[in-house]
């Protein structure tokens, strides 16, 4: 008998408990995949051990117990051989490991990512008692565990500010692009998030292939078993590349397609020919069965025709996002909003989406309802209390865009004092929405997100508090057109 991890698992030891968890947070799947997730649970701290021993290669049952037994020492290897048997089959039953008589047959029996249909990976959850901790709920425990402390699992770097195109509404001002990160600085930066414990990586630039060791940076995340997003607009995506990203199951790529008409692409990115390196790009994502989510932000010049690539990302499975939230830069210059869509042609959009879009509504409407339940003492969102992000220089921020609220440097000091006591970490974990009053108070609040990076950049002091009214006008607008919808459908 052969066992392995399966290829979509994340383990991270704790030393007095394991947590295991599938990559469903962070990856991306095919349009109208409705397979079972296996979510997440908590080992015990001799469950830890056990899992430990797993590859991501099959090993024989044999192989695994003597590795345990080296930690056992005083346990006899029939006990640890029964009890790994009733491990393993425990969690191959809730979907974290999967088995077979030969070599080969294991390899098969984990099913990776495909753009082709696959049956639906039925998970049977309650044929065995849970591993540990039955009363709790995951977060509960992890929750308990760290008294309520923020744990980093989400990290953002920005490898280079160097681009190969020059987008109409990018926030990053377009003379500061100049400059990659020191490749000592990222192994030194992901050794500290695999000391932390962190899950999820997001590598983005500028274009993050122009540094020189893309590829080395890619490799070292899959040996660490990190789970990978890159942000890109994969022009320069060549065969190494691909290979690397095919090799990484834990990976996935959001890339942004502004138009199916070349012109408009090209006009938007500043870069002739952009639109064809692009679309070539993905469709050869596509054909090698690399996770993709394509991003279609809605400007002045798209927005007639945004439309035709959410349909043309539907007929080969991939979820597109069409999105009309564009932000202004990070020194708050906001030149780049000149081709943000008025309040008015906003409505047109939402409109004729909700009209149109069947979905949309619904995950309008729950989105909504889960609103309904804010209280004061919630916080504002999760910069700080579970995601950070790093400049190419070393440089620490809330979050992606937000460039101009500097909270430390990893260069200067460790990544893991910087989340424990930066100054202005502690004070925007110590934030709050009772903070901003007028949303606490606003019959709209379940229609809005409270955004601090879209506050603070297009303020002229930075003031991430001082709310943005172009999209209080949005969120008026989103309820008057459920209320309306709602009303239809009672009819």
């Known amino acids: 008998m052969f066992l392995k991890k399966k290829s979509n698992v994340i383990f991270r030891n704790y030393d007095s408990f394991g947590y295991i968890t599938d990559n469903r947070n962070f990856g991306y799947k095919k349009i109208n995949d409705n397979r079972n997730y296996i979510g997440d649970k908590i080992l015990s701290e001799s469950g830890a051990v056990f899992f430990s021993a797993l590859d991501r290669k099959p090993q024989t049952l044999n192989d695994l117990v003597n590795k345990i037994k080296k930690q056992f020492s005083d346990v006899g290897i029939s006990t640890i051989q029964n009890d790994a048997e009733e491990f393993y089959s425990r969690l191959e039953r809730d979907g974290f490991i ?11 029996n984990d099913k990776r990512f495909s753009y082709k249909s696959l049956e639906p990976q039925l998970i049977d959850k309650f044929s065995f008692p849970p591993i540990l901790y039955p009363e709790k709920s995951t977060q509960d425990f992890l929750e308990e565990h760290f008294n309520g402390k923020p744990q980093l699992t989400n990290l953002h770097i920005e490898i280079t500010s160097k681009c190969n195109e020059r987008c109409i509404h990018c926030y990053i001002p377009h003379e500061n692009k100049i400059s990659n ?93 952009s639109f064809e390196k692009t679309k070539n790009a993905i469709l050869k994502l596509i054909k090698n069965n690399i996770p993709l989510q394509i991003s279609c932000p809605i400007m002045q010049l798209n927005k007639k025709n945004y439309g035709d690539v959410i349909k043309w990302a539907e007929k080969y499975n991939v979820h597109a996002g069409a999105d009309y939230v564009l932000i202004a830069r990070y020194n708050h210059t906001t030149n780049n909003l000149d081709c943000r869509l008025s309040v008015n042609e906003v409505k047109e959009v939402i409109s004729s989406k909700v009209t149109n879009n069947a979905e949309y509504f619904k995950e309008m409407k729950l989105e909504s309802e889960n609103k309904k339940n804010i209280t004061p003492s919630d916080f504002v969102c999760s910069v700080c209390n579970s995601s950070l992000c790093i400049e190419d220089n070393g440089n620490v921020y809330p979050c992606a865009g937000w460039q101009g609220y500097v909270v430390g440097n990893v260069k200067e000091t460790a990544l893991s004092d910087i989340w424990d006591y930066s100054e202005k970490i502690l004070h925007l974990r110590g934030l709050r929405k009772s903070d901003f009053p007028k949303c606490l108070q606003c019959a709209d609040k379940e229609f809005c997100t409270m955004c601090m990076v879209r506050n603070a950049n297009e303020s002229p002091q930075g003031d991430p508090l001082i709310v943005n009214e172009y999209f209080c006008e949005i969120a008026k607008f989103s309820k008057e057109m459920m209320l309306e919808q709602k009303g239809k459908i009672t009819i």
């Not at 999967?98 to 098969?108: A, F, I, K, M, N």
């Not at 060549?238 to 070349?262: F, H, R, T, W």
């Open 181 to 273: 990160i020191d490749s000592k600085l990222f192994y030194s930066i992901l050794e500290q998030c695999k000391k932390m414990r962190v899950l999820h990586l997001t590598l983005s630039g500028g274009e993050p292939m122009l540094h020189k060791n893309f590829c080395d940076f890619l490799r070292k995340c899959r040996e660490y078993e990190f789970s990978v997003n890159v942000l890109s607009n994969l022009t320069l995506l060549d065969n190494e590349i691909l290979n690397e990203m095919k090799a990484n199951p834990l990976l996935g790529v959001q890339v942004s397609l502004y138009s199916m008409n070349p012109a408009i692409h090209d006009e938007i990115t500043k870069r002739k020919g």
């Open 98 to 108: 999967v088995s077979g008589e030969t070599l080969q047959e294991c390899e098969q």
